[in-house]
């Protein structure tokens, strides 16, 4: 079965420092990975796609199918990141998988 | 463009009422979800519908009931409240291969 881990519930950094938010999943198939990023109290937005490689807020993921995972990167944290971060695993055919979310916080 | 809306943001309820939260999308997805989100237990799926005129049940669908009223409106039904289902709910969309749009939420309290 399709399964999304993310092993942090809550990490903190101090501005300006590197961050990753880790995330891996289980799937046989053909992977479409997510972020999602939850500002305090408002709606889910899409921060990135693997299919994409986009750089959003300075954030990157890279997509290894051999280490089945998909971690959030930044190389310098800002307070503005501050957020509950998910990924999501999308399959063929299926409903989207969330991953149980880690909570960014960014120390002054 | 409005993308997804949902309605009530904010509601209170006592054990046993029902109410109904109203979920539209103007992106012309195909396809539907309700999700409710509690601490510790990030997004959990209650129901989806990949179409109009389809719904299938998700992760956690005991004690709740959903209409697709046509392809742009999704309402989820909770026919007799209990103070578990003290939830934010999110109604969201989908196209394939490109995420999934959320709306704002709904806070619900069951007293």
């Known amino acids: 079965a399709q399964r999304v881990t993310q092993p942090e519930k809550l990490l903190s950094v101090f501005k300006g420092a590197p961050v990753e938010l880790k995330c891996n999943y289980s799937?046989?198939?053909?992977?479409?990975l997510f972020w999602y990023v939850q500002y305090s109290r408002q709606r889910l937005q899409l921060l990135l796609r693997h299919i994409s490689r986009e750089s959003i807020k300075g954030f990157t993921a890279d997509l290894n199918k051999g280490e089945t995972s998909f971690h959030l990167k930044k190389p310098f944290a800002q307070e503005e990141d501050s957020a509950m971060y998910y990924c999501?695993?999308?399959?063929?055919?299926?409903?989207?998988?969330f991953g149980p979310g880690t909570r960014l916080s960014v120390l002054p | 463009n409005a993308g997804v809306t949902q309605t009530p943001k904010f509601q209170v309820l006592k054990t046993g009422q029902s109410m109904t939260l109203q979920c539209a999308q103007d992106m012309n997805h195909n396809s539907m979800y309700w999700y409710r989100q509690d601490p510790g237990m990030g997004l959990r799926l209650i129901y989806y519908?990949?179409?109009?005129?389809?719904?299938d049940k998700g992760e956690v669908p005991n004690g709740y009931n959903v209409s697709r009223l046509n392809k742009r409106e999704f309402s989820l039904r909770l026919e007799s409240a209990a103070p578990s289902q003290t939830s934010v709910y999110f109604c969201a969309s989908s196209q394939r291969a490109y995420g999934y749009t959320f709306g704002s939420g709904t806070r619900l309290t069951v007293v």
């Open positions: 999501a695993l999308g399959t063929y055919g299926q409903n989207f998988v």
């Open positions: 799937y046989s198939g053909s992977p479409e």
């Open positions: 519908s990949a179409s109009e005129g389809t719904t």
